[in-house]
């Protein structure tokens, strides 16, 4: 069974910065078949895409409001993923859950149970 547990959520005052990891576990395909995840909701609002990091070429992908600010990595030796929040601003506050789908299988697609981020002076 996999899993993906999401940690290091917390408050912090705008300005600040936060490192969220996500740990996986029960993968049965390489982990680097995954395409890891990082989503956003935000209190009344839909989930949206923050960042993502592709396969075995680690490229990278963001959404507008978070480029230069956020780094999404990950950790193929120990199937994590993180999300290093930089320069966080009160708009960026929201559960933050992780994702991992498989990049050539349809279906294959697992998320966590997200990590709540309040940003707030």
């Known amino acids: 069974q996999v899993q993906l547990v999401e940690s290091g959520g917390g408050l912090m005052q705008p300005g600040g910065s936060l490192r969220l990891s996500c740990a996986t576990s029960?993968?049965?395909?390489?982990?680097?078949?995954?395409?890891m995840r990082w989503f956003r909701q935000a209190p009344g609002r839909e989930r949206e895409l923050v960042a993502s990091?592709?396969?075995?070429?680690?490229?990278?992908d963001y959404a507008d409001d978070v480029k230069g600010r956020f780094i999404i990595t990950r950790d193929r030796a120990r199937k994590t993923s993180a999300l290093q929040m930089t320069s966080l601003k009160v708009e960026d506050t929201g559960t933050y859950y992780c994702n991992a789908v498989h990049s050539t299988i349809r279906g294959v697609d697992f998320w966590g149970k997200g990590t709540l981020v309040t940003v707030s002076s």
């Open positions: 029960g993968m049965s395909a390489s982990f680097s078949n995954y395409i």
């Open positions: 990091i592709i396969t075995t070429a680690d490229t990278t």
